[in-house]
């Protein structure tokens, strides 16, 4: 069960979480912050982007509904020198050390693998990859100088491989970029949670059970998805929550949202967490 309970479980606490303009971030930064959390969030969207919904000034907003404060740190986490400064400066806007880090952005380019460009392909790992350990890295010293803190990296499905002959769903080999570095970003929760045992940081990874119709997925990948193969964005929320409030002995894991959801027996809440969601 979780570490604490209650509407306002994560009082005095402070998170920073990556791709908050919209999407799963964003309800994920309002959700932490109806719970008593003071949020930093970061993306490279400050006010309006040119084809999808969702800013941090709009996410921002949704913070400070529930009273929370909420610190914008405009950065590409492509850019090694620019993902450099969030932690410091969500740390120095927060006033303290980050408790929580949810490592939620990502690069999702889908194409064949006989014409993946390498420029695609770093960039792919520059963002789901390199950005997330660089960022665990700075917040690493005031969580083990605190002795706790919770690590969160979302992961996907296609980090595992599809059975087969015959296959499916051929289309799920587009995917195989992207799922390699999701796939790379669970090796990496696992060998970080193994060093820092004892530590009192927990390392976790959590991926949907099925697609979740953020601005982004819409986008990318709306055409192939049905109604059927959709989790709700509360689910989504309430089964990365718990790893932001897991106790010490949860760590390393690679845990599906809905999974968690049913194990533990937790009640999905709406993102303004006022009342169960709708079934």
Request: aromatic content about 4%; charged content about 20%.
């Amino acid at each position: 069960m979780p570490a604490s309970e209650g509407r306002r479980r994560f009082e005095g606490r402070r998170a920073l979480v990556t791709g908050a303009s919209r999407g799963i971030g964003a309800a994920v930064a309002e959700r932490l912050a109806a719970e008593g959390a003071a949020v930093a969030i970061t993306a490279r969207t400050l006010d309006r982007h040119p084809t999808l919904s969702g800013s941090l000034e709009e996410t921002a907003d949704r913070i400070a509904r529930h009273g929370s404060q909420a610190a914008l740190v405009v950065a590409d986490l492509a850019d090694a020198d620019d993902r450099a400064r969030i932690a410091p400066e969500a740390v120095e806007a927060l006033g303290g050390p980050i408790d929580i880090l949810m490592n939620n952005a990502a690069a999702a380019m889908y194409q064949p693998l006989t014409d993946f460009p390498l420029k695609r392909r770093r960039l792919t790992y520059e963002i789901n990859f390199h950005a997330p350990l660089d960022l665990i890295q700075a917040v690493l010293p005031g969580m083990t100088t605190a002795g706790e803190g919770w690590i969160v990296n979302l992961s996907s499905a296609t980090a595992r491989p599809a059975s087969g002959p015959p296959f499916a769903r051929p289309h799920i080999a587009t995917m195989a970029i992207y799922g390699s570095s999701k796939a790379a970003l669970n090796r990496l929760t696992n060998g970080l949670a193994i060093e820092l045992w004892g530590t009192g940081v927990r390392v976790n990874t959590v991926e949907p059970r099925a697609a979740v119709m953020s601005e982004g997925a819409e986008a990318v990948a709306g055409d192939i998805i049905t109604p059927e193969m959709v989790e709700s964005m509360e689910a989504m929320v309430e089964g990365t929550l718990v790893l932001c409030d897991c106790e010490a002995e949860r760590t390393g894991g690679v845990f599906v949202s809905l999974d968690l959801i049913e194990e533990l027996g937790l009640q999905v809440m709406q993102l303004d967490g006022s009342g169960p969601a709708p079934a």
